[in-house]
């Protein structure tokens, strides 16, 4: 009986031992994770403001303790008293160590390349076939796993081997742990605030860490009244997602020629239009004009959603950048470069420019007049007393002017509870045909057709299915029907052709930069479109997505790619398929080419 008593006491000793050890372990391993987790700050955006930097530091601390201490308390915790020796117990744990530390490198490295963490998706991605990353270029992080294992083992004996003089130096560490505790639950409640607030030298670094969940509660704050839910609603709207990364748009200075002789410039488009309804039935004057210019018969629209289709149109990116630029406020070099060449302007819309991306990015130089709804015929009256009024002024300056119609103006605004119907749609189109023929005409008759450059397209397409359109749709879904829209170019001295070649909106941006403005600067340097007429002789895809999905039409099919690496492929019926797999080549020349002006370090 005594025997027993003793044993039990002795297995209590030891287990009370593991369990010490334990502590001393995760705390070195703390401090090991941590400085290596440091890389995640730098890589992202090092913030500008003291709140960003300060609030970086302790998020940093705070994570990768309870990273680290929730990997004890799941694994190594129940070891202890599961396993009775403790040398096994700390062979274990350094395994594990060992493991999780290089997963972290791992992480790190995918980070850099590709600001997106490392998950089932990407790890199956840069591991599959023979010619691929980690077989490679990243081969070399698997020599410092030996390394690491040999720094574990080490601390692993030299902490069992002092764990009695540690035990009693106990009283050191509380302030250690004190500091990691508020470190964490600090960094929360500073994002509540900052979440809040619309700090966003503290929001944009939501993603930066792994496995990090930051802290919201701005709806519940706004609900109990804390805030107001006005404001919270209005930011929500008007400044775009809190948590998007910061970006650098241009990436370099936009130089031009200022000797050239500009033609002005008439961009016309609308918010709804399938190329398929290009025809003598649904808008014949549209059909001839075309047949006269520069048809491109395979264009398509950036995304899926109306006003980011005309986001890439004026910015020249996809439209993954949108929340982006919509914090930061940034024009586009478009309308930047066109000003400073002291263009006149004239922007008409039927909509009044009412959407956020006008006011807060777009137009956010320009003042703008209330916003109002018009019909699309009294935008025409009113982009023709403009341009009546500009040629009787003294200065005789070239023009830019943006008429931007809608398929559905306020005198024919469609009841919510009937379905559109395709005849519906034609004579939509057919409105818009007319007033797109008062427009060229009055052009005619002012005889300045001939300098001027007209662009015509649409921001979006349309679905039809039994006889029913739709302009809705889902955030992944990237038909070819839903993109696929018009594109006619009307351009002084250039004869009518038709250009079966894929194109997008995001190349408009850059042909009229270099093609009209005569900018110089690298079309690299601001846009991710090719020139319209200096097409490459192969494009291996166009680039379309959402403030949430990126895209890649290619010939045959539809790769697309959600903000955390997941993807699936669809053909060109937009029917999903099964067992296709996206190599590693492909994934990282579409997410590296999205990466492109994201600021990284």
């Not at 004890?72 to 530390?101: D, E, M, N, Q, W």
């Not at 982006?324 to 470069?337: F, K, Q, R």
């Not at 302007?345 to 777009?362: C, E, I, V």
């Not at 302009?471 to 052709?497: C, M, S, T, Y």
């Amino acid at each position: 009986m005594q025997l027993n008593i003793k044993s039990y006491h002795k297995h209590r000793d030891d287990t009370s031992q593991i369990i010490s050890w334990g502590h001393w372990f995760t705390l070195f391993n703390i401090v090991i994770v941590t400085i290596l987790g440091s890389r995640y700050v730098f890589i992202a955006d090092w913030p500008a403001t003291f709140w960003g930097r300060f609030y970086a530091i302790i998020s940093s601390i705070g994570q990768f303790s309870f990273l680290c201490f929730a990997f004890y308390v799941v694994l190594l915790f129940p070891l202890s008293f599961v396993i009775r020796s403790a040398r096994y117990t700390r062979l274990i744990a350094t395994f594990i160590a060992t493991i999780g530390i290089t997963l972290l490198l791992i992480d790190i490295e995918i980070f850099s390349r590709f600001r997106m963490h490392l998950n089932l998706t990407i790890w199956e991605i840069v591991t599959a076939g023979k010619d691929n990353i980690l077989s490679r270029e990243w081969q070399k992080l698997f020599i410092f796993v030996p390394l690491i294992f040999l720094v574990e083992i080490f601390s692993s004996f030299l902490i069992w081997k002092k764990l009695r003089s540690l035990t009693k130096r106990r009283r050191y560490t509380k302030p250690v742990v004190t500091v990691l505790i508020a470190s964490f639950f600090s960094s929360h409640f500073i994002h509540i605030w900052a979440d809040a607030n619309f700090y966003r030298p503290i929001t944009m670094q939501r993603t930066s860490l792994p496995l990090s969940y930051p802290m919201t509660a701005r709806h519940f704050l706004a609900k109990y009244g804390f805030i107001s839910s006005e404001e919270a609603n209005y930011r929500d709207i008007n400044q775009g997602n809190p948590f998007a990364m910061p970006i650098e748009y241009p990436l370099a200075k936009i130089e031009f020629n200022k000797d050239k002789s500009p033609y002005n410039l008439l961009i016309i488009t609308i918010d709804n239009m399938a190329a398929a309804s290009l025809s003598s039935d649904n808008t014949p004057f549209l059909s001839n004009f075309a047949a006269s210019n520069q048809l491109f018969t395979h264009h398509y629209s950036a995304s899926n959603v109306s006003y980011l289709g005309l986001f890439s149109l004026f910015y020249g990116i996809d439209s993954n950048y949108y929340n982006s630029i919509m914090a930061s406020h940034e024009s586009s070099v478009l309308l930047d470069t066109i000003t400073k060449q002291q263009y006149s302007l004239g922007l008409f819309s039927s909509d009044g420019f009412n959407l956020p991306f006008y006011r807060n990015s777009l137009l956010s130089n320009f003042s703008l007049p209330t916003t109002e709804s018009y019909t699309n015929k009294e935008t025409t009256d009113h982009w023709r007393q403009w341009l009546n009024n500009l040629e009787q002024a003294p200065v005789n300056t070239p023009w830019f002017s943006l008429i931007n119609y809608q398929l559905f103006d306020k005198d024919y605004k469609l009841d919510s509870t009937k379905p559109l119907t395709v005849q519906n749609y034609q004579h939509a189109l057919q409105r818009f045909d007319k007033q797109l023929s008062r427009v060229i005409n009055y052009l005619e008759e002012k005889e300045i057709a001939d300098s001027t450059v007209i662009v015509i397209t649409a921001a979006q397409g349309i679905e039809s299915v039994n006889g029913k359109v739709s302009v809705g749709h889902a955030k992944n879904d990237f038909g070819r029907e839903l993109l696929h829209v018009p594109l006619v170019i009307a351009w002084p001295q250039k004869p009518a052709a038709v250009i079966a070649q894929g194109t997008s909106h995001t190349d408009i941006t850059r042909t009229l930069m270099q093609n009209l403005l005569h900018v110089t600067t690298p079309a690299e340097r601001y846009s991710q479109g090719a020139n319209l007429f200096a097409l490459p002789a192969m494009r291996n895809w166009l680039i379309a997505g959402n403030e949430t999905h990126l895209a890649a039409l290619y010939i045959d099919k539809t790769v697309v790619i959600d903000a955390f690496g997941h993807y699936k492929i669809y053909d060109v019926d937009n029917h999903a398929f099964k067992q296709q797999k996206l190599d590693l080549a492909t994934f990282l020349q579409l997410v590296t080419s999205n990466r492109r002006f994201m600021v990284t370090h």
